[in-house]
């Protein structure tokens, strides 16, 4: 049972590179997030999707696309990266977004952006 | 959403209970308590939830006062591996808003 698993673990890109960050999870929850942290900030959310078919932005969704692929997988794409969106981006998963299930975090990709 | 507050960092010795504080003065009756922490970079871990009663789980105590404006989390006998940011987060009944602040970062100390 590994829980929330992301790949890549590490990123480089060039600005206005495009590139998709992968999350899947294997405990059968049906709502899936991806928060970015910057250094010295807490969690910002980008998207999230509350169940497979749906996707609904976040505080902070320019610059970014996602993709419910089916229950276990929710992807970040980047088309054109920029400076900015230099971060660490961490994929969550919970049972639901109505009830107080708490979110189960992957370990992150960290993303460069030159 | 209630905002939480937390001091921005603590120490505490190694085999001693780790008590840390939020306020959440603006808390209203259909919002949880969350505690998250996050060690070195890993991502946020979540360690226990509470509405008004207090919860004990297998990781730590979580204390709300009557009135609901603060909490402390309790780690009853810290470890160097407790060392982390310790995120105190409220939630709405019902929604996805997870609102992270900065947390308190907690330093074990041996």
């Known amino acids: 049972n590994a829980g929330v698993t992301q790949t890549p673990k590490f990123q480089v890109l060039k600005t206005g590179q495009s590139m998709t960050l992968q999350c899947a999870q294997d405990?059968?929850?049906?709502?899936m997030y991806w928060y970015r942290q910057d250094p010295g900030m807490g969690l910002r959310l980008i998207y999230y999707?509350?169940?497979?078919?749906?996707?609904d932005k976040g505080e902070v969704p320019n610059g970014y696309n996602v993709s419910r692929l089916n229950k276990r997988e929710f992807s970040l794409r980047l088309e054109s990266a920029a400076p900015s969106q230099t971060s660490v981006y961490f994929c969550?998963?919970?049972?639901?977004?109505?009830?107080?299930?708490?979110?189960?975090f992957g370990n992150g990709t960290r993303l460069t952006v030159t | 959403d209630a905002k939480t507050t937390q001091p921005t960092s603590m120490d505490c010795a190694e085999g001693r209970a780790a008590n840390l504080p939020c306020n959440h003065s603006?808390?209203?009756?259909?919002?949880?308590v969350y505690w998250y922490r996050q060690i070195h970079s890993q991502g946020p871990q979540y360690i226990i939830h509470g509405l008004k009663n207090n919860e004990t789980n297998e990781m730590a105590s979580l204390i709300i006062t009557e009135d609901r404006k603060s909490s402390t989390l309790i780690l009853p006998h810290a470890t160097l591996r407790d060392t982390a940011v310790y995120y105190c987060i409220v939630r709405t009944a019902g929604t996805y808003k997870y609102i992270f602040g900065t947390g308190t970062r907690l330093k074990v100390l041996a």
């Open positions: 405990m059968n929850h049906n709502s």
């Open positions: 603006t808390i209203s009756g259909n919002e949880y």
């Open positions: 969550a998963s919970s049972r639901g977004t109505t009830d107080n299930s708490p979110l189960h």
């Open positions: 999707s509350a169940s497979e078919g749906t996707t």
